[in-house]
């Protein structure tokens, strides 16, 4: 009986310790994931800037082309 009780307590020791390792992983990955996200919007936003910039510009001549 004394070696069931060591044997389910380890048992139970790696499934906590394997869950919490789960946990924060997915929350390393939940924040790498938001931060992909604010860099993307960040280019399509700057992507955009640079587009209309140029598009508003088309009628003025200028010295440089891009």
């Not at 936003?45 to 082309?65: C, K, Y």
């Amino acid at each position: 009986m004394t070696i069931l009780a060591i044997f389910l307590f380890i048992i139970g020791t790696l499934l906590v310790l394997i869950g919490a390792l789960l946990i924060f992983i997915g929350t390393f990955l939940i924040v790498l994931g938001a931060a992909l996200i604010f860099m993307g919007l960040t280019l399509i936003a700057v992507g955009a800037f640079l587009l209309i910039r140029r598009l508003l510009r088309r009628d003025r001549l200028e010295s440089h082309s891009w």
